[in-house]
């Protein structure tokens, strides 16, 4: 026999039967508790829950991650229509240089941005462009030219930092950049620019 299986542990059955029959009475009714003592267990007992909802619920971000001259780059994602191939895409004469042109996209015609005329990025020409972020801002929509599509993230509202000067939101420790969709301009803010 070890050491360990030596040793018993005392049980207070006692106390455990008290505790069983208090029980009871309080299930038939035939027992009260205290207003003092029912305040203590519920305050308890709102403790331990609020500190286990604060642990497991962090506020977050949901943003949507692509890629855009060689950059990462984010739109919150209640902006976020849809995403789809850039085929298709029609010139539109006139139009600004960062106003790439237009899709067909649920039967709506959606102008294109190319963000890098807008922030000034390095970048391949248009083969390089195979996605389109459809976003909504206010009642307007248009899409947003993009290398590749990460796809959703949560981004922990405690990691986020300043973001340098411009059309941005937040940014992030490993340098993805949120973007600020009403600073940024859509092609509504281009045609005001024109006029």
Do not use: C, W
């Not at 299986?5 to 059955?13: F, R």
């Not at 207003?35 to 609020?50: I, N, S, Y």
């Not at 209640?78 to 191939?85: A, P, S």
């Amino acid at each position: 026999m070890s050491g360990d299986d030596s040793k018993k542990v005392e049980i207070d059955y006692t106390g455990l039967r008290r505790q069983l029959d208090d029980a009871n009475a309080l299930l038939k009714g035939t027992q009260t508790v205290s207003a003092e003592k029912r305040r203590e267990v519920l305050g308890a007992r709102a403790r331990a829950l609020a500190e286990s909802r604060h642990e497991e619920r962090q506020e977050v971000l949901s943003v949507l991650v692509f890629q855009v001259g060689g950059e990462r780059y984010a739109v919150r994602i209640e902006h976020v229509d849809h995403v789809l191939e850039a085929r298709g895409l029609a010139a539109l004469p006139g139009a600004p240089r960062h106003v790439m042109g237009a899709v067909v996209s649920r039967s709506r015609v959606v102008p294109v941005l190319d963000l890098r005329q807008l922030l000034g990025l390095e970048g391949g020409g248009m083969s390089d462009l195979g996605k389109v972020v459809v976003v909504e801002v206010g009642e307007e929509s248009f899409g947003l030219a993009a290398e590749g599509v990460e796809g959703r993230k949560e981004l922990p509202r405690s990691e986020l930092s300043q973001p340098p000067p411009g059309p941005f939101l937040f940014l992030t420790p490993d340098r993805l950049t949120v973007l600020d969709l009403e600073l940024l301009g859509g092609p509504s803010v281009a045609r005001q620019e024109q006029e």
